[in-house]
């Protein structure tokens, strides 16, 4: 009985941290955000920060949209839930870097100027095509921004402690979850709508610094418990895990082997089409192509992207420590009776941390605080990134350039972008609280797909394509798109199997979870034959977009 | 063709009348197609296009592996560290030395190329 009040009583200290750690972040971020809309006036304020950031800033800030908190909470959880086949997802969503560095970045940033559209419609006609762009960005970022802020709503409850039966602020779990997903979309409202891209930027960096030093401070722990022995930690893991050795191998999650050999051949294609979504996805993300735009040149973006690599690497090198130091510390079973998806299994292991080395109760009740205010602040700033890249492309692409043909004005554009950001926000909070049972790790893999089909074969083909047009450029998007949300639709994620949305109906016809595998080849395959079935070419506007792009003659 | 040169359009403008006009298309055409270009454009290829080939077939090894092979994967190298877990750092490790031979590369067989046609162009544009 005692135990249970010292519990309940940690319980309460760890909340009230938590929420003030969490208001402290808030207060901060609100306060760099009425600064920035001081400091943006003009519309490549509003869009790209007024493109004066550094670097390092933008590197951060990249880092800050990227390690969302399925990257965070999601990775360390599956890592300790099922070991090694977490590893694979950060590897993919590395490596994805390279495809932006090599072919996209440096390109992208001098050809174009606030949005991806500008430069896939340079060299096509610009209504058809931007209108393509529009849709694919805000169907992308509404995927995306419906994950983090489900997941924002489903770790409200895990993460103040409101158990089944108890209440918070007189809500109980449900009513918080509402409430959460609430708050998360008004404050992205406000840090777009007032800050624009500037306040956005800070906001990313300064999460990344509080990502970073929270994930930094729990690996030194795990590693000091092991005395910095990491084979004797992954001994511990798996056998805590109670999978033994098979822990630390490939396959308890992805391409599972089963008794059924059609079931086992599917299941390894689902493994291969995730990696290809995860590797290609990224450089197809808008929230992450419009960062290149915040800096002043190619050669600023590549060292942007240069440093992003390297902080978001080095997340992902610690997220394998956090999510094994989980297993063995916390256990699986701990885990799973917390949340069956092993989101809280990063919170859990800094409880425990804070337990073991910083003096009992009260330690793990402020560091679990701790931890938990940075996964709320890392959701807040992911979800601002991408209302930011889905009320641009509202505003520039489709009002100023379908709707008005270029004839808006500046303000005009900005004005829209601020109403389109509240638009958009009331539309992702109301989705998220209807889509509250959805799984979120489905939704990003589904946002990654769709990137990968419409967005990465559009954008190679303008850049390096000297045929390809603007009927090959709707054909990709189109394909790509439709084709990734239809296979998915007609997957077992939807329907059909014990884990799908609809369990009693049955309409699946489409084995795997994953669609990149069909659907990156449908859209590539379909802007090449788009484009050759049309004599369209404009060969001196591909010239102007290459000879722009290569030397940076005439950027903005 | 490739003998027009990039400065030729700049003449067809006329300055005293326009402020700063955007360079005519048709220059463009001639320098996408001189020799200093071509240059620019094979020495930025001859890089990113091999490179994506080489790490891309190195992260589908490693996938067509963690699918196919798991008992190589499973190998014990020392302790509990296993080939899996080695080719998984190995791919941060082909990362960041791809990240970083490109950003060498770039600075000593790109930007100074880019930097002059650049520097060609908005002279003869400010002409």
Known sequence: ????????????????????????????????????????????????????????????????????????????????????????????????????????????????????????????????????AAVSTITVSIFYLLAQMVGAGALVALLLGIRPGTTFLGMDADTAKVATIILVGALMIIYVTVGGMKGTTYVQIVKAFLLMGGALLMTILVLAQYKFNLSSLLGDAAQQSGK???????????????????????????????????????????????????????????????????????????????????????????????????????????????????????????????????????????????????????????????????????????RVARIAAFAIGAVAITLSIFAQSLNVAFLVALAFAVAASGNLPTILYSLFWRRFNTSGALWATYSGIVSAVVLVFFSPVVSGSATSMFKTVDFSWFPLSNPGLISIPIGFLAGWLGTILSKENDREKFAELEVRALTGHGAH | MTTDVPDSAAQAADPDRQPAPATPARSYIAVQDSAEFAGLRRALRRFIFPMTVAFFLW????????????????????????????????????????????????????DPTAEKIKADLDAGEAK
């Open chain 1, 1 to 132: 009985m005692s135990d249970f009040l010292a519990a309940e009583a940690s319980n309460s200290t760890a909340r009230t941290l938590t929420i003030t750690l969490f208001l402290v972040f808030v207060a901060i971020t609100l306060g760099i955000t009425v600064w920035a809309s001081r400091q943006t006036k003009t519309a490549t304020d509003f869009y790209a920060g007024g493109r004066s950031f550094s670097g390092f800033q933008n590197g951060m800030a990249i880092g800050g949209d990227y390690m969302s908190a399925a990257s965070f909470l999601g990775i360390a959880g599956l890592i300790a839930l099922y070991g090694y086949d977490g590893f694979l997802y950060s590897i993919g969503f590395l490596v994805a870097w390279l495809v932006a560095l090599l072919l996209v970045a440096e390109l992208l940033r001098n050809s174009g100027r606030y949005t991806m559209a500008d430069v896939l419609a340079f060299r096509m006609r610009q209504r058809p095509v931007r209108t393509a």
């Open chain 1, 244 to 414: 033994g050795a098979a822990f630390l191998e490939p396959g308890l999650r992805y391409g599972v082997e089963s008794a059924s050999a059609s079931a086992t051949f599917y299941s390894k294609m689902d493994l291969l089409s995730l990696g290809i979504a995860l590797v290609l996805g990224t450089a197809g993300l808008p929230h992450i192509l419009i960062r290149f735009y915040t800096v002043p040149t190619a050669k600023t973006a590549r060292k942007s992207v240069l440093w992003a690599i390297g902080i978001i690497g080095t997340f992902y090198l610690l997220t394998l420590a956090l999510g094994f130091g989980a297993a063995a510390l916390v256990g699986g079973a701990a885990i799973r009776e917390q949340d069956a998806a092993g989101n809280t299994a990063a919170p859990q292991l800094a409880e425990a941390l804070g337990v073991e080395f910083f003096g009992g109760d009260i330690g793990g009740a402020t560091l679990l605080a701790i931890i938990a205010a940075v996964a709320f602040a890392t959701i807040l700033a992911v979800v601002a990134g991408l209302t930011l890249a889905s009320s641009s492309s509202l505003a520039h692409d489709f009002y100023a350039n379908v709707i008005k043909r270029g004839e808006a004005s500046e303000r005009q554009e900005v």
């Open chain 2, 59 to 110: 992260y589908a090894l490693y996938v067509l592996l963690s699918a196919y092979a798991r008992g190589f994967m499973g190998l014990k190298i020392i302790g509990n560290i296993n080939v899996a877990l080695v080719f998984g750092l190995l791919q941060f490790v082909s990362t960041f030395a791809i990240a970083w031979a490109y950003s060498r590369y770039a600075d000593r067989n790109i």
